[in-house]
């Protein structure tokens, strides 16, 4: 209500910190004045009594002044789609609040719980670091060296509102709600009176645990306690023994306190104490640790809590109190089931005792996450080993582990086994057999992922056994025998190392104008309304009176019959309005795509968990929510078609160049070979979003819609109410990325919202929520490929033939960079009952890339030659012919890896490698060069068209409208740039507001990474149009201004409006005839990645990336810059990260950033340079530029290979050689298991088809 719509909200859950706050507090004890960052998403809004917060308007405005935080991120290129920017400056402005300076490591840490799904994130850290203490190339302004940043000037920052300085609050607070009430007492003794009262009601510090249990499990607690005025709960007290922690202390506290105790003890007393620094650098993300307390996380008793483990093997004990007080152990006893200890109900932790270590007590802490950071655990681990001094045999131990069960468990029969013998290789390789007996997961598990987990707990008891060794050689002098896999064993820790980057610009021609913008590195023109929160998206827009919302009801059935749906309960419920069903629409009930038909609301049958049946629409969100839970659906199952049974969609596609059954003939060796790629989310950080607003008349509607193609909008909803085009405008002022998932499921959501906005007669908004975007819309489709490839005997690959399961853009890319002569393939479409999916970012071509590229890998893997070599001796050289008959000249594409080569130092640095993996049993280099050739445009011809119409207003000012949409690539800023060249006026007088259909009809989708080449062509275009209409007032006032003439054209009654258009290439495919001319040209780009790769736990860092591409002349090379890195970001998550895990029964598990993880700046490569092609050019797109949006998400596939380079490297040490099975993503787990150690050996492989898995390989 009070229109502070920058903090954006992203998933409601605390893991994408695009809705980070700062708040502000005064600690009573200290008087001193507390910031720190939040996540607004899970902070009840009762909990802020007594606190400030600032939320990014009150940083700093456009209006008025900027805060350098947000200056510097925008002027540094950190802003595409800008939706993740608000969230990005807090937790910047936050810890420049607490250190003006930071590290680099204190500006990784603060933003490591945020998301950017557009930029690849090195922009936002080169901002961000722009305020090291360090003095670096960045500390000045990129666009002129010679203006600094605005200075920091922590003087002006505001101060904490006055009237919240007033002394602790005796009486108790209460605060109720529709359902729920919220009391907060003063003091111990109430807290303990409240709590006999109420036993069930939750105690709410953090609300980490709660808040999304409450949000997406709906759990409803009709009372909740907040504890955080009561001082016992934050005190902390030193004994000789140890130091008792207040139970609500946060973590990011208890994680000071202990720092700040370490100078003050002896080193030796510091063990535990520092095992649990360990693990708090990782735990959850800084906003998760600054609320999330002690006792929330131990009373939580999450199976993979990573503090348990570690308090309970360090001996910690609790106090209790309710009626009395009780001191408890917090051992394997105190953890009793899932989420549950032996606490009653009454029972309030008010303090956690954490002793000092002893001499000769040493400590492990160990974590394996999906992702490094911000990412619960896989398997977590807390070790303590006792010897008394002078001695290596073993007085005490005490091991346990998080993530092998419901609860944190205690390996008792592994320590049984350790205690009273000798710290050696002998004992410990018992202990490893023990553990392997006494920790065993059933296959189906929940979690899954069961030999990697079993793997992980030796690896980790392995670890700890190394670095007690190495404790043990200084204390007791023992000099253990080298052991064989342990030559040369190092940590690492990444997070001190700097990240260096290096971009290198293209030159502007000397001769060209100072005003002209094209070619230069512009700033995204609202960067600056996007880290200010200015930046208005779909769900920013007011609200009009009488606006309802709409909640969907999904199927829970893969497959079934809805033999009832009962909305009477939904009906009754406060402020729901009405239920949508299909038999509402007026219009056409389903729409059509590539010649099947898609139900908008299923009405007899449903084929997928997700399916939308119905809507329910209510005057808020909320009320909407609670009523599409309350709608009863009943379903009758029937049975699933699976692969197996071959439903397969039609038509199936075949491709063939030379004769690949004559060339089986005379061939040395065949190899056949499979990979399976799983799919990928788009996880664009703005959900679907939009609004249909009824203009009251003649059934006319306005629909503001988060969508790629505003065209397919406006069609769909006019055919869904069987009402004319001309009747609906659709508008997009900006999307919060999109990545091609902003098409076709965003079409069937805004003809349902259209068909409430139409029953109703009132505006309604559709919002999903992450968890319902991620089950609803699809994503990259999955791909099971097989190869056959015969090779000869000089290395070539004579002849390749594969069965994709994905159609057509697979078979125009599946020759890649590669003039392989005789190549077949077929590619067929499958029908499942899992969601139906949809574009992605490259549209097949990353999966088809990826397969061709593995084929080649395995081939250099049975030839025994590196990977890079059998790639050059394929590859297309001189003038070349794609295998659909498309005459080209690879000539770029060779310069691009002669180039990358040579900028990546790839010779050393590969024998660097070689040289570091002989001298390293454990951790393993990988290196891999891969290349691309990728097709631009639409091969349906008739998408390759575009429009544009551009005003100019009689003060000299410039209005541009084109069809494209503005998602973050930048293409409005191409566009300021296209018409500031061509109508000789500085940028700063072309302005872009939104696209609509209203303005330029029938705009083809923002997509296939021609937006610029074609809608660029189209405001050229018109702009020439009206700079020629201009031209004979021009020459009869060569020395006018701009304004003079528009102003004299006025007078002269001259039109200064047009349209312009550009008609693109007719491209084709002929499938029958197997040859077309499907893209306008080919874009290319080489990328070398360097990993380093943990064999133990699967865990890797990238080095090293370099890139080379070729995009011809850049319009806006900082933007192109940030496509390319975008992308490899995005690559590097499809293809080493982000996984869609789906139940047996097809319901998808991973539905929110906790459980699918896409990178975050703990991936960024430690180097990362990108360099653009220097003398290209391209007489097919504008200004000679090349399209670059989809290209470099397969560059990605470089960190993949590298990793199974690492991989090959590490099985070579068992022995292993030749090609081996690595599936995509490369994820930590499927990367150990390929290492094949000995520790992975010793898990018994599991039948597939002998248990029901707990999650789907797709
Ligand atoms: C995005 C995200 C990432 C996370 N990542 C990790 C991770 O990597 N590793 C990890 O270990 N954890 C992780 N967590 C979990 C987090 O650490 C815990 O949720 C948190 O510590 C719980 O503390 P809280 O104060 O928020 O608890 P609340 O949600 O406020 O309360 C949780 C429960 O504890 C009870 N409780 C709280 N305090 C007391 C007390 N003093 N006495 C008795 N009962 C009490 C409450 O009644 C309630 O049942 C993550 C959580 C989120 C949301
Ligand atoms: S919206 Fe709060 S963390 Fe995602
Ligand atoms: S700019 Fe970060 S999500 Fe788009």
Redesign the pocket.
Known sequence: SVRLTGTKYGCG???CGACTVMLSRLQPATRTITHYSV?AC?LPLCQLHGASVTTVEGVGSTKTRLHPVQERIAKAHGSQCGFCTPGMVMSMYTLLRNRPQPTMEDITQALA?NLCRCTGYRPIIDGCRTFCQVQNCCQKGEQNPDEPFLPLDPTQELIFPPELIVSANPKTLTFRGERVSWVSPSSLEELLQLKARNPE?????????????MKFKGVLHPLM?S?TRVTE?FEVTRTPQGVWVG??C??TEVWSLLEKLLPQLAEEQTGLFRALIR?LG????LQ??N??????????A?P?????PVLAAGNCRVS?VSAGKRELPLNQDFFVSFGKTI?KPE????SVFIPFSRKGEFFGAF?Q?PRKE????TV?TGMRVFFSEGSRVVQDVSIYY?GMGPTTVCATKTCAAIVSRPWDDETLSQAYNVLLDELVLPLSAPGGKVEFRRSLTLSFLFQFHLEVLQKLKEMVKYKPKPLKWTTSFVFFDFSSTPLLRLLLLQHVPKDQSDQDPVGRPIMHRSALSHATGEAVYCDDLPATEGELFLALVTSSRAHAKITGLDASEALRLPGVVDVITAKDIPGQKARKLCGYEEELLAETEVSCIGQMLCAVVADSRSHAKRGAAAVKVAYEDLPDPAVEKSSFFEPRRTIERGNVTEAFESVDQVHEGELRIGGQEHFYMETQSMLVVPVGEETEFNAYVSTQFPTLMQEAIAETLSIPSNRVTCHVRRIGGAFGGKVVKTAALACITGVAAWKTNRAVRCVLERGEDMLITGARHPVLGKYKVWISRDKTIYSQEGLLIMLLKFLLHFDNAYNIPNLRGHAAACRTNLPSNTAFRGFGVPQSLLVVENMVEDVAALLRRPAHQIREINMYKGPSVTQYKLEFSPENLQRCWEECKLKADHGARRRAADQFNRENRWRKRGMSIVPIKYGIAFSDGFLNQAAALVHIYKDGSVLVSHGGTEMGQGLHTKMQQVASRELHVPASKVYISETSTNTVPNASPSAASCGTDANGMAVQNACQILYQRLEPIRLRNPKGSWESWVQTAFYEKMSLSATGFYKGPDLYMDWDKKEGRPYAYFTFGVCCCEVELDCLTGDYRTLRTDIVVDIGRSVNPSMDIGQIEGAFMQGLGLYTLEELKFSPSGLLYTRG??QYKIPAVCDVPLRFNVYLLPDSSNPHAIYSSKGIGEPAVFLGSAAFFAIKDAAAAARSESGLVGPFSLNSPATAERACLACASPFTQKIPASKPGSFKPWALNI
């Open positions: 859950g605390g893991g996540n899970l719980g009601a939750p105690l709410v510090v953090g609300n980490s645990n709660i808040g999304p249990g306690i504890p709960l139970a609500g946060s973590l693990q990782t735990l959850g993300s998760i640790r609320v999330a307390s002690l006792g929330g996380n131990i009373v939580s999450y993979n809590s990573d503090l348990n209790v606490l029972e309030i932790l008010v974590r996450a911000s990412s619960f655990s977590t998080g950033p906790s």
